[in-house]
């Protein structure tokens, strides 16, 4: 089974600064089914980037998504208040669904 | 537009089995490939596995396999998880979902004595 890495655990940031997320699968995935999504407390996930760096519906462009292979990266050009949030990426596709362990974005 | 309706919350006593459904609405149900995800408190997601209902198998990560069972009834489009002999730390939300699009609103299975 695949396993995926995502770091740092928690990144304290203030706002307006730039956030660089990193997910590292333990073997070469498509990146056609490479997704990260956004979650706050008492919510279900969100989408933000789905095949790896195709924004989904009505999210901000200062989220992109980039990666191959094994390397994944989701970025925030400029981290805006509502931005602080756990950030998840997930493998998915037909028989699969593993999910990185999360980075939470903290207030600094 | 796929819908996801999870059924309610639930309260269960170890070593039990709960039964959680997800009512689809929208897309092509038959095709769709529909996962289990849960999150414990204060925890991250795991992925319990999933099911394409015209296939009728469903697919488990290694963790699941034995205790987790998913199935699909294509004449009520339902999808089914059941957690069998549960534990205090099966207590979490359950969430059914098409990703990355679609999830459901999530169902808390509290494993309580």
């Known amino acids: 089974e695949i396993v995926l890495t995502q770091s740092p655990g928690t990144l304290s940031l203030s706002p307006g600064e730039r956030a660089t997320l990193s997910c590292r699968a333990s073997q070469s995935i498509s990146s056609r089914y490479l997704a990260w999504y956004q979650q706050k407390p008492g919510q279900a996930p969100r989408v933000l980037i789905y095949g790896a760096s195709s924004r989904a519906t009505g999210i901000p462009d200062r989220f992109s998504g980039s990666g191959s292979g094994t390397d994944f990266t989701l970025t925030i050009s400029r981290l805006e208040p509502e931005d602080f949030a756990v950030y998840y990426c997930q493998q998915y596709g037909v028989s699969r669904g593993t999910f990185g362990g999360g980075t939470k974005v903290e207030i600094k | 537009q796929v819908q996801l309706v999870q059924s309610g919350a639930e309260v269960k006593k170890p070593g039990s089995s709960v039964k959680v459904s997800c009512k689809v609405s929208g897309g092509t149900f038959s095709d769709l490939f529909f996962s289990w995800v849960r999150q414990a408190p204060g925890q991250g997601l795991e992925w319990m596995g999933g099911i394409i209902p015209i296939l009728g198998t469903a697919n488990y990560p290694q963790r699941s396999q034995g205790r987790v069972t998913i199935t699909a009834d294509e004449s009520t489009a339902t999808v089914y998880m059941e957690v069998s002999s549960l534990r205090f730390e099966d207590t979490a939300v359950y969430y059914c979902?098409?990703?990355?699009?679609?999830w459901g609103q999530g169902t808390l299975v509290t494993v309580s004595s």
């Open positions: 979902a098409v990703a990355p699009d679609y």
